[in-house]
């Protein structure tokens, strides 16, 4: 598996993020864990990407998915996750992070746009008041109803155990 160059650094991500800024592009940014990568991911993502002109994603590192969501996740490695979101045209750039939220990522990019699913309150998404008080928008897209990485893991313990 060969790396892609999408795959970018915290500074790297700085240095595009300022780049695309100053030729007067609008930049999104979305983040998440991607463990088993769906349907609904895919639509959540090709909806954000719509928003503006570049779409960039911050990515959990293995260790973060594990606070987040337990010893027995990700299901799939960071490298992976970072390699398939590499492949999907709609995202520009990935970027891991290692903290439980992006919060600190988000005030040193200041994106344009952020972006989360419409499970989220605005007012809970992490970075949310550092964007709204840098001239940014934060918005939420609907979910794709019926596709989450836990149901698929739950549909295979129920079929395989």
Same mark, same amino acid.
């Given at each position: 598996?060969?790396?892609?160059? &999408?795959?970018?650094?915290? !500074?790297?991500?700085?240095?595009?993020?300022?780049?695309?800024?100053?030729?007067? &592009? &609008?930049?999104? @940014?979305?983040?998440?864990? @991607?463990?088993?990568?769906?349907?609904?991911?895919?639509?959540?993502?090709?909806? /954000?990407?719509? *928003?503006?002109?570049?779409?960039?994603?911050?990515?959990? +590192? !293995? /260790?973060?998915?594990?606070? *987040?969501?337990?010893? &027995?996740?990700?299901?799939?490695?960071? #490298? !992976?996750?970072?390699?398939?979101? +590499?492949?999907?045209?709609?995202?520009?750039?990935?970027?891991? @992070?290692?903290?439980?939220?992006?919060?600190?990522?988000?005030?040193?990019?200041?994106?344009?746009? %952020?972006?989360?699913?419409?499970?989220?309150?605005?007012?809970?998404?992490?970075? #949310?008041?550092?964007? %709204?008080?840098?001239?940014?928008?934060?918005? $939420?897209?609907?979910?794709?109803?019926?596709?989450? $990485? +836990?149901?698929?893991? !739950?549909?295979?313990?129920?079929?395989? +155990?």
């Amino acid at each position: 598996m060969t790396a892609s160059n &999408k795959l970018i650094t915290r !500074d790297e991500a700085l240095e595009k993020v300022r780049a695309w800024q100053a030729s007067g &592009k &609008k930049v999104v @940014f979305s983040n998440g864990c @991607f463990d088993i990568l769906h349907a609904g991911h895919v639509e959540y993502l090709t909806e /954000a990407r719509k *928003l503006g002109d570049v779409l960039l994603i911050g990515l959990n +590192s !293995d /260790a973060s998915v594990r606070r *987040l969501k337990g010893p &027995k996740r990700p299901v799939c490695a960071e #490298a !992976d996750r970072a390699f398939v979101l +590499s492949a999907l045209r709609m995202i520009d750039a990935v970027t891991l @992070f290692d903290e439980e939220t992006p919060e600190e990522l988000i005030s040193i990019l200041l994106p344009d746009i %952020l972006v989360k699913g419409a499970d989220w309150d605005i007012e809970h998404i992490a970075g #949310a008041g550092t964007i %709204l008080a840098n001239g940014g928008k934060v918005l $939420t897209l609907p979910l794709l109803e019926g596709r989450s $990485t +836990s149901g698929i893991i !739950d549909k295979i313990l129920q079929r395989y +155990s």
